[in-house]
T-cell receptor
Framework: GAVVSQHPSRVICKSGTSVKIECRSL??????MFWYRQFPKQSLMLMAT?????????EQGVEKDKFLINHASLTLSTLTVTSAHPEDSSFYIC???????????FGPGTRLTVT | QQQVKQSPQSLIVQKGGISIINCAYE??????FPWYQQFPGKGPALLIA?????SEKKEGRFTISFNKSAKQFSLHIMDSQPGDSATYFC?????????FGAGTTVTVRA
């Protein structure tokens, strides 16, 4: 199957700082990438969808100015959590989707802890 | 509002037993139904998937049963092994978006 990586796998930051998480499709071109957030013992909740070279589409209730998404190439998308606060602490997971295909391939996730 | 309802929340099964997880949906626009396996601290991995024109799909010890008229589908894990202990999510795809069930934590006792 197609491989998606995320970096970093874990990050701890102080409240008020910004954190960038990278998502890369290693062996395929992902025309669409998705960002999810997962709180402990809960399901995955879609935050936003990004198409290469376009602005991201955010789900209802997700602050676009707080969670900045950039999908600059067919293999890289970044999520920047701006002015992070403890309530932003969560497990962030990205996925990539092949052009014309329905399947999403998930990354290993990034654990963000805001102190 | 969860578009895909999943049950049970957790289950314990003996090694060699059968694990059964059920999901139900309302949106008839869903056209692809994958199941994901997730281990603690890891991203979800695709286990098996089915399209609504098929009533059953089997891959190894994993079987999906799909009932289109009832808008229900289920995952059966045969001959459960300790390594199957994980959280399982059903999902449904509409257009390009996945809607996930709440998840089922499966514990296989040796």
């Amino acid at each position: 199957g197609a491989v998606v990586s995320q970096h970093p796998s874990r990050v701890i930051c102080k409240s008020g700082t910004s954190v960038k998480i990278e998502c890369r499709s290693l062996d395929f071109q992902a025309t669409t990438m998705f960002w999810y957030r997962q709180f402990p013992k809960q399901s995955l909740m879609l935050m936003a969808t990004s198409n290469e070279g376009s602005k991201a589409t955010y789900e209802q209730g997700v602050e676009k100015d707080k969670f900045l998404i950039n999908h600059a190439s067919l293999t890289l998308s970044t999520l920047t959590v701006t002015s992070a606060h403890p309530e932003d602490s969560s497990f962030y997971i990205c996925s990539g989707r092949l052009a014309g295909g329905g399947e999403q391939y998930f990354g290993p996730g990034t654990r963000l802890t805001v102190t | 509002q969860q578009q895909v309802k999943q049950s049970p929340q957790s289950l314990i099964v003996q090694k060699g037993g059968i694990s059964i997880i059920n999901c139900a949906y309302e949106n008839t626009a869903f056209d692809y139904f994958p199941w994901y396996q997730q281990f603690p601290g890891k991203g979800p991995a695709l286990l098996i998937a089915i399209r609504p024109d098929v009533s059953e799909k089997k891959e190894g010890r994993f079987t999906i049963s799909f009932n289109k008229s009832a808008k229900q589908f289920s995952l059966h894990i045969m001959d459960s092994q300790p390594g199957d202990s994980a959280t399982y999510f059903c999902a449904a795809l509409n257009d390009y978006k996945l809607s996930f069930g709440a998840g089922t934590t499966v514990t296989v006792r040796a």
